[in-house]
């Protein structure tokens, strides 16, 4: 964690709602707050996440965004009072909370504290990077239910844990600690209790420090590539990274790096 790191003077007025979203420099912060239900997911949060992430793809001011929770808790999953009746709260073909199956092109990362459990645990999933406190944890206790980790769950844990681990969790509903996901690599930086959000942050403005176009496509190349063999990933990856290579920022990046001076991706 980068204990230098301050937050940007421009911060807008968060939002109301079962959502807050405020903006600090190019950094989206996106809250859930249910804190009474541990952030569950119903319709109302569903939409509303969605449309953060609609205005963090829309705005060119917008780099990064966090996704963390409110009341100590980053998300207990899907509302199972409201889900007889309403479902699951997906958002058209982009999943759960318009999240688990949405392609975002812009880096994405959670947040955790305390419980992320079934499909707060695919949320955090379906980001990019993951920060939690040494009291949060992970969980997957859909068979419980009756129901299958279909957002995500059991298609990305397998790649992100030890096989057996994974399983374990999947079909027993364990809970992970933070601190074993951690040392299984499931989460980049392990905070103390209260600072996944400071720490989420921080990594945010290293993400900020490199040229947006190459963060975008580096995410690009990796979603693209994922479970193909190397000659189809190279022929994939050739047309995301022909037009970074030739685009006026890498002549830039390469001029910084010779001058022994930070780059200026405005130029």
């Known amino acids: 964690m980068n204990d230098t790191y301050s937050p940007p003077v421009n911060v807008h007025v968060p939002t109301a709602g079962p959502v807050r979203v405020e903006q600090q420099g190019a950094t989206l912060i996106i809250t859930l707050d249910r804190p009474h239900?541990?952030?569950?997911?119903?319709?109302?949060?569903?939409?509303?996440?969605?449309?953060?992430?609609?205005?963090?793809?829309?705005?060119?001011?917008?780099t990064v965004a966090v996704l963390t929770g409110a009341g100590g808790h980053f998300c207990s999953g899907m509302d199972l009072k409201a889900f007889p009746e309403h479902g699951v709260p997906?958002?058209?073909?982009?999943?759960?909370?318009?999240?688990?199956?949405?392609?975002?092109?812009?880096?994405?990362?959670?947040?955790?504290?305390?419980?992320?459990?079934?499909?707060?645990f695919e949320l955090a999933l379906?980001?990019?990077?993951?920060?939690?406190?040494?009291?949060?944890?992970?969980?997957?206790?859909?068979v419980a239910r009756g129901l299958i980790a279909a957002e995500g769950g059991a298609i990305r844990l397998p790649d992100r844990l030890p096989h057996h681990l994974a399983m374990e969790l999947l079909l027993t509903g364990t809970r992970l600690p933070a601190r074993d996901a951690a040392r299984h690599g499931l989460v980049n930086r392990l905070t103390s209790q209260g600072q996944a959000l400071h720490a989420?942050?921080?990594?945010?403005?290293?993400?900020?420090a490199h040229n947006p176009a190459a963060v975008r496509a580096t995410k690009q190349i990796v979603h693209a590539t994922r479970g193909r063999d190397d000659?189809?990933?190279?022929?994939?990856?050739?047309?995301?990274?022909?037009?970074?290579?030739a685009a006026a920022s890498a002549r830039e990046g390469a001029r910084a790096f010779t001058d022994k001076r930070p780059a200026d991706w405005t130029a």
């Open 231 to 245: 000659h189809t990933a190279f022929t994939l990856q050739t047309p995301i990274s022909t037009p970074v290579f």
């Open 37 to 62: 239900v541990r952030n569950a997911i119903d319709r109302p949060l569903a939409d509303a996440v969605d449309r953060a992430l609609t205005r963090l793809e829309n705005d060119s001011a917008l």
């Open 126 to 142: 379906a980001c990019d990077l993951i920060t939690a406190s040494d009291t949060a944890f992970f969980a997957l206790p859909e």
């Open 200 to 208: 989420a942050l921080a990594l945010a403005g290293e993400i900020q």
């Open 90 to 120: 997906t958002v058209a073909d982009r999943g759960l909370a318009g999240l688990t199956r949405a392609r975002l092109t812009k880096p994405l990362i959670a947040a955790v504290e305390g419980a992320a459990v079934a499909g707060g």
